[in-house]
């Protein structure tokens, strides 16, 4: 249980919802409030607040919007004195800073943060209360902060069941510009490549461009307003991306011509941007922290009724195996489908052992 007793949450879309949803599940009083009265209210039938004011202070008070916003509903939160420290999860965090600034903020009583957590799906309907749990979730103060509202923010991430890590503003805008925002776009890229293909091309696709395009799915809207605050730092990794993509397309050109010695050059180029590629990925944590060569993947047929999911992971669990991730494919036009499941090497063929013996078919 935290210390801090209240909380009022501005803003109840997937983030601001979930925050709530945490909050009240460690027992906190929760307030929640939206220029959107449908949000608010199925937020509040969720269980993630009253939609009523605060009857006095809160402990803290958590801007959930886009983050051109953040400055100006900050700027009216704190001239309503509405809590004792104030914070937000924008996924972008210099501008809503020097937003501040510019608008005379209490910038002592306010600290950024950013969960790094999330969905292609958005709302309040999409929220969880788990939603960060194990997740890191940025905080970054500046020399003008307040030590108990930075204490405050680390109640808030400890309460949500993520880890705190603290940053500057710059170099977390690079950070997730890096591993989220240009990602996104090429994600998109990818998707958009699909629209206008033939549909028997595209009923060929498998886990392979699922896995790729997810992110391709989320609210244009809101991606906007993200892109829109930190599109300089987008917009230079693109830029070094679209490097590796000339020397793609020029070594594939190569591969694709008469001469041996040009074909044999445009192999190497390819396979080196395959290889850094694979380097690059190799280096993606994966759970508690651990690299992704200490995990190895069993794939299993399951059939697609009711139950079958419950049944593979309580077959897991009598091997005394945890499954550390799942992933499910669907097989087009059939009644079937394949669960990987991720586990850690040692593991591997006491799970593939126990499942066998249980019927399943391992692929």
Known sequence: MVSMKDVLVVGTGLIGTSVALALKAQGVGVYVRDSDPVSVKIASSLGAGSMEEPP?????????????????????????????HYTDVASVKARPQQDAIALACDNARYVGGHPMA???????????ADLFDGCNWVLTP??????????AALQLVAA???????????????????????????????ASLL???????????????????????ADPGLWVDILNANALVVADLLEEMSEGLDDAVMGLRAVGATDDDKRSNGARIVEDLLRRGQAGRARIPAKHGTVPEQYETVTVMIGDQPGEL??????????????????????????????QLSVTRD?????????????????
């Not at 629209?195 to 799915?217: F, K, N, Q, W």
């Open 195 to 217: 629209e206008p293909a033939d549909e028997r091309m595209v009923s060929l696709a498998g886990s392979g461009v699922r896995d790729l395009t997810r992110i391709a799915a």
């Open 310 to 339: 419950a049944r593979l992971f309580t077959d897991a669990s009598s091997a005394g195996v945890n499954v550390e991730d799942v992933h499910l494919e669907h097989s087009a036009g059939r009644p079937t489908g394949r669960a």
């Open 347 to 363: 593991l591997r063929e006491v799970l593939v052992t126990t499942l066998h013996n249980r019927g399943w078919r391992h692929h």
């Open 118 to 128: 999330g969905s292609e799906r958005s709302g309040p309907l999409a929220a969880r």
């Open 142 to 151: 500046t020399s003008e902060t307040d030590t108990d509202t930075l204490n």
């Open 56 to 84: 006095k202070k809160v402990d803290l008070a958590v801007v959930a919007v886009p983050p051109a916003l953040v400055a100006d509903v900050l700027v009216r939160l704190q001239a309503e004195d509405v809590a004792r």
């Open 160 to 190: 949500c069941g993520a880890v705190p890590v603290l940053m500057e503003a710059a170099a977390h805008d690079r950070a997730v510009g890096l591993v989220s925002h240009a990602p996104h776009l090429v994600a998109s890229l990818v």
